[in-house]
């Protein structure tokens, strides 16, 4: 287990959490996996499961929480300081890689909550835009300020020197919410299966030989989209065998 010095974003019922490059440095861990983040608590280290949002190029290692306020590790997370000290285990662990799926045209990333974070990561990959035509990030939120991370993500990549242009015909962001008015609303699920979201991107519907899929968030809105890719003929991949749409199951929102 490794130490690092901390810092904590405040964004809403949202933060990120960065630690500095000292302690990444001896972090070898690939982007859009899990790792292992606590604190010590009582003489005991409280341990929990949290995404990385950062790519392996950025100097801080960044990983991005719901803050939960009885809960036992987030609402102590969200209250450090600058300088404060964060444990870090050493091994992570993960299935969104795009190993884990048969090549394809259209990437689809389809995340709700904090279930962000590893697709966070993902679009800061040069590799993704080189293996795929266009990269669709859904978030689906039940309020527009949750979007706030997110929106502030891809406006940043957007304007960045290098990630600009690469991005620029190929990211499509997709933000929507289920509790207030906004220009995309409804569930991820029911935009999906109504061909919504496709008509609002102007893209083509969803299609078995094209489209790959990584899916984040939710235990509810994962277990809807795997039963509803499955019967359109979908297969789920993982370390071993290549499919057409990959789940993350080490997220759980905290």
């Given at each position: 287990?490794?130490?690092?010095?901390?810092?904590?974003?405040?964004?809403?019922?949202?933060?990120?959490?960065?630690?500095?490059?000292?302690?990444?440095?001896?972090?070898?861990?690939?982007?859009?996996?899990?790792?292992?983040?606590?604190?010590?608590?009582?003489g005991k280290p409280l341990m929990r499961a949290y995404?990385?949002?950062?790519?392996?190029h950025e100097e801080a290692l960044e990983f991005f929480?719901?803050?939960?306020?009885?809960?036992?590790?987030?609402?102590?997370?969200?209250?450090?300081?600058?300088?404060?000290?964060?444990?870090?285990?050493?091994?992570?662990?993960?299935?969104?890689?795009?190993?884990?799926?048969?090549?394809?045209?259209?990437?689809?990333?389809?995340?709700?909550?904090?279930?962000?974070?590893?697709?966070?990561?993902?679009?800061?990959?040069?590799?993704?835009?080189?293996?795929?035509?266009?990269?669709?990030?859904?978030?689906g939120c039940r309020q527009v300020s949750e979007l706030?991370?997110?929106?502030?993500?891809?406006?940043?990549?957007?304007?960045?020197?290098?990630?600009?242009?690469?991005?620029?015909?190929?990211?499509?962001?997709?933000?929507?919410?289920?509790?207030?008015?906004?220009?995309?609303?409804?569930?991820?699920?029911?935009?999906?299966?109504?061909?919504?979201?496709?008509?609002?991107?102007?893209?083509?519907?969803?299609?078995?030989?094209?489209?790959?899929?990584?899916?984040?968030?939710?235990?509810?809105?994962?277990?809807?989209?795997?039963?509803?890719?499955?019967?359109?003929?979908?297969?789920?991949?993982?370390?071993?065998?290549?499919?057409?749409?990959?789940?993350?199951?080490?997220?759980?929102?905290?």
């Amino acid at each position: 287990m490794s130490e690092g010095n901390g810092s904590v974003g405040q964004a809403l019922d949202r933060f990120p959490v960065q630690l500095h490059r000292d302690a990444r440095s001896r972090l070898p861990l690939p982007e859009r996996q899990f790792a292992m983040i606590g604190l010590e608590v009582g003489g005991k280290p409280l341990m929990r499961a949290y995404s990385m949002a950062s790519a392996n190029h950025e100097e801080a290692l960044e990983f991005f929480s719901i803050k939960v306020q009885d809960g036992p590790l987030t609402s102590r997370l969200q209250k450090i300081r600058e300088g404060d000290i964060i444990l870090v285990g050493r091994k992570a662990t993960g299935t969104l890689i795009t190993g884990n799926l048969i090549p394809g045209k259209r990437l689809l990333l389809l995340s709700t909550g904090t279930g962000l974070a590893p697709f966070a990561s993902l679009i800061k990959d040069p590799d993704v835009y080189e293996n795929y035509e266009t990269i669709v990030l859904a978030h689906g939120c039940r309020q527009v300020s949750e979007l706030a991370y997110g929106e502030h993500l891809v406006e940043d990549l957007r304007n960045h020197e290098f990630f600009g242009p690469l991005i620029r015909d190929k990211l499509v962001y997709y933000p929507t919410v289920t509790r207030e008015p906004f220009r995309n609303r409804g569930r991820i699920t029911d935009l999906i299966a109504s061909n919504q979201l496709f008509e609002d991107i102007r893209q083509a519907s969803l299609d078995i030989e094209t489209d790959r899929i990584m899916l984040c968030g939710s235990p509810a809105m994962l277990e809807e989209l795997h039963a509803m890719f499955a019967a359109r003929g979908f297969v789920e991949g993982n370390h071993s065998q290549p499919g057409h749409f990959v789940i993350e199951k080490a997220f759980v929102e905290r």
